[in-house]
């Protein structure tokens, strides 16, 4: 993003608010859907709001400078608030991709509609690729993104607990080893979802 700023601090000024209220919409998702499953915590802790400046995590806004990859506070439950923890908690986790999946769409119908041209579409164009990102990134089944608990609710309960166990021991190394760039490359992550990333907004910006 640093590098952004200096060749191009326009179009930075535009794209960087756009990636902390897609953090923050993700986050609120969270939070939204765990309202709604019947669990106040994010509602008594001030989370259920679309205010950035309850959902941004400073390191992790200074992570997305650095180095692109950055994160929001967790959005805060109780499962035992929850009729059926697992499934719901599964629920809960799904929702902010979800939220990236529908602002990506959401833009990509603005330029339609809209069709503005210029630095805006660029940006635009850039912030629904943001989006369509970080929805298949947190969709990995790796602890502790968000696709971890999904996959955990959908195994039968004896793999689930195994694969429980093995994301604790071994989760944080393996996230670590995904997103660390190799040989001045791309991180493995970026790999990993790129073709599905641009299958998708093939298609978005195609209808």
């Known amino acids: 993003m640093l590098t952004l700023f200096s060749a191009h601090p326009l179009l930075f000024l535009i794209i960087f608010p756009g990636i902390l209220m897609t953090i923050a919409i993700h986050e609120y998702a969270h939070c939204l859907a765990a309202d ?19 959902h941004l995590d400073p390191l992790g806004v200074l992570a997305i400078l650095l180095t692109r990859f950055g994160w929001g506070k967790p959005a805060p439950y109780d499962p035992f608030n929850l009729k059926n923890p697992v499934m719901d908690t599964a629920l809960i986790a799904a929702a902010g991709a979800l939220s990236n999946f529908l602002v990506a769409g959401l833009l990509a119908a603005a330029l339609k509609v ?5 630095l805006w579409t660029i940006a635009l164009v850039q912030l629904a690729a943001i989006n369509v990102y970080l929805a298949l990134f947190n969709l990995i089944p790796v602890k502790p993104l968000d696709g971890s608990k999904v996959l955990f609710a959908i ?12 994301m604790d021991r071994f989760g944080t190394m393996i996230l670590i080893l995904l997103i660390i760039p190799f040989a001045g ?23």
């Open 114 to 118: 809209f069709p503005i041209g210029g």
């Open 155 to 166: 195994l039968p309960k004896d793999m689930a607990f195994e694969y429980e166990k093995i």
């Open 36 to 54: 709604l499953l019947g669990d106040p915590t994010p509602r008594v802790k001030g989370r259920l709001t679309l205010d950035p400046r309850v």
């Open 185 to 207: 490359g791309q991180a493995p992550v970026v790999q990993l979802i790129s073709p599905i990333a641009n299958l998708f907004l093939g298609l978005l910006f195609s209808l």
